[in-house]
């Protein structure tokens, strides 16, 4: 990108013209962040890469999911039984991978995006800040 569009878009970010869109649908782009990587997952599981499977459910939920503050997104505005609802559907995936129950891994991968998908609509139409509150508070 040539530096003066760089320079333009930064300046029209710091005037406030931009975040308005960025933050209407932060939410909705790390809950694709966490699908993304849920495929992953399941290709390595379809291939019986049980390993790799589990690496790529561990990214969804903690990289994904946890340390981009979703989840505690989700715990303070919507809540905390939601959010409970959505790691055990983590686990669960996890438990289909071992099990190599290719249908399970589908089923709780769809669910997982489902309920991220609705959860991220809810919190950008809320506008909530992608600093939701500090990582341990």
Do not use: C
Request: glycine share 4%; proline share 2%.
């Amino acid at each position: 990108m040539p530096l003066r569009i760089l320079v333009a878009v930064m300046l029209l970010w710091a005037a406030g013209a931009m975040p308005a869109r960025a933050a209407e649908a932060y939410w909705h782009g790390v809950a694709g962040g966490v699908s993304a990587t849920l495929a992953e997952a399941e290709a390595a599981s379809a291939r019986g890469e049980v390993d790799a499977a589990k690496r790529a459910i561990n990214e969804a939920y903690f990289r994904r999911f946890e340390d981009a503050k979703l989840e505690a997104a989700i715990r303070k505005e919507i809540s905390a039984k939601r959010a409970a609802q959505i790691e055990r559907l983590f686990a669960d995936m996890r438990k289909a991978v071992t099990a190599g129950d290719q249908a399970a891994v589908a089923k709780f991968a769809a669910e997982i995006r489902q309920s991220l998908t609705a959860d991220a609509k809810t919190l950008d139409a809320a506008k909530v800040s992608p600093d939701v509150f500090a990582v341990n508070q």
